[in-house]
């Protein structure tokens, strides 16, 4: 496959100014994961009407002025889920890719089906199969065989075509405003899943007291921070299980510390005193934003009323022909029901996801004109994959 290879600090000026006057520009990028505290990019691949490229990190210098590139001009940036590569360019300069159109998702906007690989949205869409094979490639090893480039270019070779067909698509449905707004709603949660501890991840909370919550806070932030120090993945500094262990004991003891099973012999004094000073820290901690206010008991209705409209979902979706999994799940059924039934403190709290935008177009809507009795639901087909209907009822 004829492409640039961008091995040189002049190769990428000289690509940068080609992309420059692109207005779609598709990306993809391989990265290995495994080793260290964000993903190593390890090639970046790029797609335009007259340029297909592959970028070398390792050769081509700093590669600022590409993703600056790409966050502020006035192309479409094309990508199939794009995490990483928002990621790579957050990192890289601050702001995400400009216009981002992510083919992953659009797909879900067209189909039954998210997330669907790049390959499975490529044929259903293209009918076009892209090659396989490489997928286990160590990408940070030099040289890269002919193989390895042509399959990594693979990914971005369809992706132009890809925008266009969805895009129409999407268009004729009248969905792009809903892609739009899945794509900043997606956007500012990636961003924020940068930006805020997220310690409640951490598994195995479930029996922890407050005070011990306090103290896996303290852990998980100090763990953050070595691992990004040490550019080492979070559970190489301390594993979950181990960080759970010394909040529950709860000691600030270094000999006690040692004595966990699981903390090597090799952990240096200096981390065992650090690990010490995050349970002192979280011993003292204030605990007003870790405390939550013990959930309301819900009426057994709403447990009968879940259970009873959950699984019109997959049917309501399906007959939009969108995405189940892109919509929401049984519990945002659940939420939806409690909210609009008053049910819990709905004053000060914002309106659940199935209530607003495109969802609430889509099922919200629905789901309330059911419970208002201005819908019903009967059995049209038993035998059909989703039997369900709803029918509109007469008023008097």
Not at 91 to 102: I, Q, V, W
Not at 250 to 277: D, N, Q, Y
Not at 345 to 367: C, F, K, Q, Y
Request: charged share 25%; with cysteine; hydrophobic share 40%.
């Amino acid at each position: 496959m004829n492409h640039h290879s961008i091995s040189s600090p002049a190769h990428l000026a000289d690509l940068c100014q080609r992309l420059a006057r692109a207005d779609r520009i598709g990306i993809d990028t391989e990265f290995v994961s495994e080793d260290t505290y964000r993903p190593e990019l390890c090639l970046v691949q790029v797609a335009t009407a007259d340029d297909l490229a592959v970028i070398d990190p390792y050769r081509a210098g700093d590669l600022t002025a590409f993703w600056n590139l790409l966050a502020e001009g006035n192309h479409s940036t094309i990508i199939h889920a794009a995490r990483e590569e928002v990621n790579f360019a957050l990192t890289a300069c601050g702001k995400p890719p400009a216009n981002l159109f992510d083919t992953q998702v659009a797909a879900g906007f067209c189909g039954p089906e998210f997330p669907s690989s790049y390959a499975s949205v490529v044929t259903r869409f293209l009918n076009a199969h892209p090659s396989k094979g490489e997928q286990r490639t160590d990408w940070r090893r030099r040289p890269l065989s002919n193989d390895q480039l042509n399959y990594a270019l693979e990914d971005v070779r369809y992706l132009l075509p890809l925008y266009e067909s969805l895009g129409r698509k999407l268009g004729k449905l009248n969905r792009l405003e809903w892609l739009g707004d899945e794509t900043e709603r997606w956007l500012a949660d990636v961003i924020d899943s940068r930006e805020s501890p997220r310690w409640r991840r951490v598994s195995g909370l479930g029996n922890l007291s407050t005070r011990s919550l306090a103290i896996v806070r303290e852990l998980w932030l100090w763990r953050r921070h070595e691992a990004e120090r040490r550019n080492l993945p979070p559970r190489r500094i301390l594993r979950d299980d181990l960080l759970v262990e010394i909040a529950k004991r709860k000691s600030t003891e270094v000999h006690r510390l040692r004595e966990i099973r699981g903390i090597h012999g090799g952990m240096k004094r200096e981390v065992l005193e650090a690990l010490a000073a995050c349970v002192e820290r979280g011993l003292v901690a204030p605990l007003d934003d870790i405390e939550r206010e013990p959930a309301e008991a819900m009426p057994p209705q709403l447990n009968l009323l879940g259970q009873f409209l959950a699984p019109a979902l997959s049917s309501i979706c399906r007959n939009a022909n969108v995405a189940t999994s892109l919509v929401g799940t049984a519990t945002d059924v659940r939420d939806l029901i409690a909210y609009r039934l008053g049910f819990g403190n709905t004053e000060n709290r914002e309106p659940p996801s199935l209530a607003t935008g495109w969802r609430a177009d889509v099922v919200g809507h629905l789901i309330e004109e059911l419970l208002a009795g201005k819908k019903s639901i009967r059995i049209e087909n038993p035998l059909s994959e989703h039997p369900l209907a709803f029918d509109d009822l007469r008023t008097g």
